[in-house]
């Protein structure tokens, strides 16, 4: 199982910024595709960014211009640098590794099969 350990939220007003770190456990990352998959209240988990094992990176529209993906293989993590947060950017971020991200495409929840405990991002005045 390529399961993943996220950290890094919490409560920001809105306009602020966070970044979240992704980690794997027991295993390294560098032949890995990884997402980030943002679970709102009452909501369906979707994938919003990826990157490729190469850096390639991969963004939904509602997230484009504000949040970056990034990866440090030497650090074993992969980062989402979230700015300009929205009140509905609150939800539990999760990072799953995921292939779909090498051919251009958002990961899929269906698709995955390990995930980890997410982290809570809550955007509030």
């Known amino acids: 199982q390529t399961q993943l350990v996220e950290s890094g939220g919490g409560l920001v007003q809105p306009g602020g910024f966070l970044r979240l770190s992704c980690v794997p456990s027991g295993f390294t990352m560098d032949y890995y595709a990884i997402g980030w998959l943002p679970q709102p209240p009452g909501k369906e988990r979707e994938g919003v960014s990826c990157?490729?094992?190469?850096?390639?990176?991969v963004s939904a529209d509602s997230v484009k211009g504000r949040f970056t993906i990034s990866r440090d293989n030497a650090k074993n993590t992969v980062y989402l640098q979230m700015n300009s947060l929205k009140p509905e950017d609150t939800a539990v971020y999760y990072c799953a590794a995921d292939p779909r991200c090498e051919v251009g495409r958002l990961p899929k929840p269906a698709d995955i099969d390990s995930w980890g405990q997410g982290t809570q991002v809550t955007v509030s005045s």
């Open positions: 990157i490729s094992i190469v850096g390639g990176t």
